[in-house]
C-alpha cells in the first residue's frame, strides 16, 4: 500500500500548494486539510479559470471525497459561500468537517484587528481575520465548535459566555467599540449552523477507516517559515504548518508519509517579518510582475527575492521532505542571470541553515550562487530533458545541494502546466 502524501509548503506561504494539490488529487480517494484557515489563500487554475480558494481542499474540482479537519479554524460564512460557488459551477460536493473544528468568530477579528492597530510598526501584517484569535480561544478552551454551532441551546449559552468577555476585552483594553450585539451574531450564526449541519463528521475517525484502503492526501496550509513555533516567530501564523502536526490536527498516529515539500522557484513573502534573501531593487520588482505575486485573500504585493538554501535545509530538517515539487519555474524565463541564497555570512561565521534567533536572522548577510539564465518559453515543456541547459542546471544543483529528488517541476498556472520526473 502506497504511504499517504502530505503537502508543506516550504517558505513563507503562496508557494503554489493549490496547485499541486489539484494536480495530485486525481490520484487520490480523499484531501483532508488539516490546518489554518480563511487566512490560506490557494489556487487552482484549470481551462483557463481560476479558482480561489481559502477553507476547501484544492482537490475540488475533482469532486473527490474532501475532510477538513480540526486543526482548521472555519470561517462559517467564507466556507459557504465557497461551497456554494463549486456547487453552482456543477462539482458535487462531498464534504466533512470534523465536529471539534473550531468557529472563527466576529469578535476574533475585532480583535485582530485592534491588537495590529495597537502594535503598530511591530504589526505582524496580519490579515486581520481573526485566525490567530480563534486558535488563541481554542488552545485556551473558549472556543465555539462546530459541534456547538450545530445545536442552537449549546451555542446561544456558549456565546453568551463568550461575548461577554471579549466585549469586555475589546472595549476596555483596546478602546474599540463593538457594534454587533450577542443577538445579531446569535440569528445570524445560527443559520449558519444548520446549513453546515449536514457536513459535520469525525474525521480522524473517516481517516482511521480509510487508512491503508484508499489514498490519501493531506493538504497542509501556510508554509514552513509561517509556522507558529519554528516559523519567524512572532512573524508567523498561529498554528503549526510542519509535517508532523498533521498527526494531532487530525487525530491519526504517527506513521510513514511522503512529505512533498512545494518550492517556489524563488521566495516571497506577504506581511512583515525578516527576509534575508530579499530583493529591493529591479530583480525583485520582475519576479514580482512576472510572477503575479499578490496575496490572494489580502491583494497585497508579495515581497520577493532568491531562492534561500538556509531556509530549505531547516524547512527539510523539519519536516523530513520525501520530495520536492518545485513551482513557478516559469517565471524565472528571461531574467539574464539568477541567483541562490547558498548560506549566510554572519559576524564573518559560515551559516548554512535558517537561524532561529530573529536577532541572527536579521543580522545574515546572504551569499550567493549565480547562474545564467534562458529565454526560452518553458511553459508548453513537459519532459526536464526538453528544458533549456541553463534551467537544468539550476534545478539540479537545487536538488544535489539539498539532497532531496524532485518529483514535480511546474511551469505554468494551469493543472496541465507541469514536469513529473
Ligand atoms: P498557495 O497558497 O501555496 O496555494 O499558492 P497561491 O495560490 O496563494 O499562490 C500561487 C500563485 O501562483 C497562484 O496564483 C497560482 O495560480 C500561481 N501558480 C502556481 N504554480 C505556478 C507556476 O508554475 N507558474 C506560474 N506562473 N504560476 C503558478
Ligand atoms: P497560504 O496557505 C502567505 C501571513 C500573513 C501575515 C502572517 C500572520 O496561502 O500559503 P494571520 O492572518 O495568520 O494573523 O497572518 O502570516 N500568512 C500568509 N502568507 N500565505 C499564507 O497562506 C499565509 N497565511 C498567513 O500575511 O504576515
Ligand atoms: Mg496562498
Known sequence: MVLPMIIIGAQWGDEGKGKI????????????????GNNAGHTVVYKGVKYPLSLLPSGVLWQKDLLIAQGVVVNPKILLEEID??????????????????????????????????????????LKLGIGYCY????????????????????????????????????????????????????????????????????????AENSGKRKIL????????????????????????????????????????????IVKAYTTRVGGGPFPSE???????????????????????RRCGWLDLPMLRLAHRLNGFTSLAITKLDVLSDLPEIKITDHYLVEGKRMTEFPSSLEIVSQAKPIHKTFAGWTENISKIRKFRDLPKNCQKYLTFIEKNLNIPIKYISVGAERSAIIEL
Open 85 to 126: 460557488f463549486f456547487q453552482k459551477k456543477g462539482c458535487k460536493i462531498s464534504l466533512t468537517i470534523d465536529q471539534r473544528a473550531n468557529i472563527v468568530m466576529p469578535y476574533h477579528q475585532l480583535l485582530d484587528s485592534a491588537t495590529e492597530e495597537a502594535k503598530g510598526d511591530k504589526k505582524v501584517g496580519s
Open 218 to 261: 493531506f493538504e497542509g496550509a501556510h508554509g514552513t517559515f509561517l509556522d507558529g513555533n519554528f516559523g519567524t516567530y512572532p512573524y508567523t501564523t498561529a498554528v503549526n504548518t510542519i509535517s508532523g502536526s498533521v498527526f494531532s490536527y487530525v487525530g491519526f498516529p504517527p506513521q510513514g508519509l511522503n512529505v512533498i515539500g
Open 136 to 207: 488563541e480561544d481554542r488552545n485556551n478552551r473558549h472556543g465555539i465548535r462546530l459541534e456547538d454551532l450545530v445545536n442552537p441551546r449549546i451555542f446561544k449559552e456558549k456565546l453568551h459566555e463568550e461575548f461577554i468577555l471579549k466585549k469586555k476585552r475589546i472595549e476596555s483594553v483596546f478602546n474599540y467599540k463593538v457594534t454587533t450585539s450577542e443577538k445579531e451574531i446569535y440569528e445570524e450564526y445560527v443559520v449558519y449552523g444548520k446549513k453546515l449541519q449536514r457536513y459535520i463528521g469525525d474525521v480522524s475517525k473517516i481517516v
Open 279 to 301: 530583493l529591493n531593487d529591479r530583480n525583485g520588482q520582475l519576479l514580482q510582475e512576472i510572477g503575479l505575486e499578490f496575496g490572494t485573500v489580502s491583494k497585497r504585493k
Open 21 to 36: 494539490v489539484d494536480y495530485l488529487a486525481k490520484d487520490c480517494g480523499m484531501v483532508v486539510r488539516f490546518n489554518g
